[in-house]
């Protein structure tokens, strides 16, 4: 008898970008939750901010990390306002776009820092809404998940399209005017070689071609990270805006049940639990239908349960102001 060969399959490995798509994929949907999570996961994957959220050795090797980003941007935004103070100053045109640009760069690192400074706040912020803020109403949530993605997608476009331009304008050939300017202001050996931005390196010829294109690879990868750093701060407002303004929608709908009898889909009369959680325990057949039970009776039970939901209701409001309270701190202080 001729014997069988059993043969294994061999699963495939998984490629990089598989890895990719596994990887941005939870954060991508982090955006239809009413919290702030995917911001503050995005600073920690671009090596932004630390929350110091995994165990020690993660820690420590994000922290690391953490600090080679900074340098990075800190030694190009030296570079780049060397260059304003020292060669830009002599050439007006150029010299108002570089001060625009360090204006800019200035301001986004800036809030950068306030949010490594107050990391343990935004850290509690994020908890308190998605352990504290309302489900109950899925439309309202979705809705506004809606819009928080298209005004991320919004901004992470406009941003985008603004670094790309950026990048492409040092490939556009400068006019031999413009090319006898830089060579007398710059003293460059190639001046017709441009840089997405003015940066001054001391002892070093950014036109040469090695240290153009290495110069040129770092730019783009700042430029990364810049427009990364940019959505993140832009975004941060709107973001807990849109989702609080959901909160305070679910709340409206709430208040406007108040002294009316509540039911749910199919009619039966229900009282409210947790009106935070949407739970609630249908009463219709053991108040409506049980004769024995007094009308009396039951009006004092309508009386007791109006009042335990409006207490209910005051203390959904009273968590949203401690959230507000917590981001004003945060924002002002």
């Not at 239809?32 to 920690?44: A, K, M, Y």
């Not at 760069?105 to 949010?115: L, P, S």
């Not at 001391?202 to 990868?221: Q, R």
């Not at 229900?270 to 009776?297: F, L, P």
């Amino acid at each position: 008898m001729a014997k069988r060969r059993c043969t294994l399959e061999k699963k495939p490995k998984p490629t990089a970008k598989v890895n990719v798509v596994k990887r941005i994929a939870p954060l991508i949907s982090a955006l239809d939750v009413p919290s702030i999570r995917f911001l503050t996961d995005l600073l920690e994957q671009c090596g932004l901010v630390n929350f110091y959220r995994q165990d020690a050795r993660r820690n420590r090797l994000q922290d690391l990390y953490c600090r080679l980003q900074h340098s990075l941007l800190l030694f190009f935004m030296a570079v780049h306002f060397l260059s304003t103070i020292t060669r830009a100053v002599h050439y007006l045109p150029v010299f108002i776009e570089c001060f625009f640009e360090d204006v800019v760069m200035f301001n986004f690192y800036a809030q950068i820092c306030i949010y490594r400074r107050r990391h343990r706040q935004i850290s509690a912020l994020t908890a308190i809404m998605e352990k504290s803020f309302s489900r109950a109403n899925e439309g309202i949530v979705r809705a506004d998940a809606r819009i928080i993605r298209t005004v991320f997608y919004l901004f992470v476009m406009a941003i985008g399209g603004v670094a790309v331009a950026t990048l492409l304008v040092a490939l556009i050939p400068l006019t031999q005017a413009e090319t006898d300017i830089r060579r007398q202001l710059y003293n460059m050996k190639y001046p017709d070689r441009l840089l997405p931005s003015e940066v001054k390196i001391p002892f070093v010829d950014e036109s040469e071609l090695p240290n153009y294109v290495f110069i040129f690879v770092f730019f783009a990868y700042i430029v990364l990270v810049s427009l990364i750093l940019a959505a993140i701060t832009i975004n941060m407002i709107p973001f807990v805006t849109i989702h609080l303004r959901g909160q305070y929608s679910m709340l409206c709908n709430f208040v406007e049940k108040l002294g009316a009898p509540h039911t749910d889909l199919l009619g039966n009369e229900i009282r409210y639990t947790d009106i935070e959680t949407n739970a609630y325990r249908v009463c219709g057949n053991s108040i409506g239908v049980n004769a024995r039970v007094t009308r009396q009776r039951r009006d004092l039970e309508r009386r007791l349960y109006h009042r335990n939901y409006v207490k209910q209701i005051i203390r959904f409001h009273q968590k949203l102001l401690a959230f507000q309270n917590e981001v004003r701190e945060i924002a002002f202080n």
